[in-house]
């Protein structure tokens, strides 16, 4: 079965600095998506960014950028120029193109942005 | 605001009794998932449906009964609920022929089993 593993509970970051979140998994498969959520105080979950596995480029939305490592099945996210309406719980999940709808998620990361 | 809404945002409830959450989705997707959300845990994918069809029930006790009656609603009954029971349950919702298999979710309804 795939797993995702989020080794870091807990995060902190000064306002304006650069944090890196990590993230790794398992799996045999060749073809499958990873995403970064995040979860914020008012607990609606919203994507952040997503890389399709057959991409080499790493993927980036504004101030979010992964380092996808393929091989090393690994897929870290920066936040860059970290804001206070950045503090939130951080999900790595995983889908498998075959399997369709199903999102493996790791345990979360609860990052603090401190002013 | 993601477009699926859920009803209601807490619950308590003794472990005799029968309630049901109600989650809506406005984007027009045919995929509806419920979601188990517990503290130090990661979320745990309870039911998946795919154009009102269930196609997922990932070895949920019985006492937790989903409906999809049309793409639009979801709901999951409860009845005779345990203390373990308690945690943050969640709804999303995705558009099935989307490549991009981008879920959408709700905010949630904090269950709490007395």
């Known amino acids: 079965a795939q797993t995702v593993t989020q080794s870091q509970p807990e995060m902190s970051v000064q306002e304006a600095e650069t944090v890196t979140l990590s993230c790794t998994y398992d799996?045999?498969?060749?073809?499958?998506?990873l995403f970064w959520y995040k979860q914020p105080p008012s607990r609606q979950m919203i994507l952040v960014i997503r890389?399709?596995?057959?991409?080499?480029q790493n993927a980036t939305e504004n101030r979010f950028s992964v380092n996808f490592q393929k091989a090393a099945k690994s897929f870290s996210l920066k936040i860059s120029d970290s804001q206070l309406g950045d503090a939130a719980m951080y999900f790595c999940?995983?889908?498998?193109?075959?399997?369709?709808?199903?999102?493996?998620f790791g345990e979360g990361t609860q990052l603090t942005v401190n002013p | 605001e993601t477009g699926v809404t859920q009803t209601p945002r807490h619950l308590v409830m003794g472990m005799t009794n029968k309630k049901s959450l109600k989650c809506e989705q406005h984007?027009?997707?045919?995929?509806m998932y419920w979601y188990k959300q517990s503290a130090k845990k990661p979320l745990e994918l309870m039911f998946v449906?795919?154009?009102?069809?269930?196609?997922e029930n990932n070895s949920v006790p019985s006492r937790f009964s989903p409906e999809c009656p049309n793409s639009s609603h979801l709901f999951l009954h409860l009845h005779t609920l345990q203390p373990e029971d308690s945690a943050l349950y969640l709804c999303?919702?995705?558009?099935?022929?989307?490549?991009?298999?981008?879920?959408?979710f709700g905010p949630g309804t904090r269950l709490t089993v007395t």
């Open positions: 999303a919702s995705s558009q099935v022929e989307n490549p991009t298999y981008e879920q959408y």
């Open positions: 984007l027009g997707h045919n995929a």
């Open positions: 799996t045999s498969e060749s073809d499958y998506y």
């Open positions: 449906y795919n154009f009102k069809e269930q196609t």
């Open positions: 999940a995983y889908l498998e193109e075959t399997s369709g709808s199903r999102l493996t």
């Open positions: 890389q399709e596995a057959y991409k080499q």
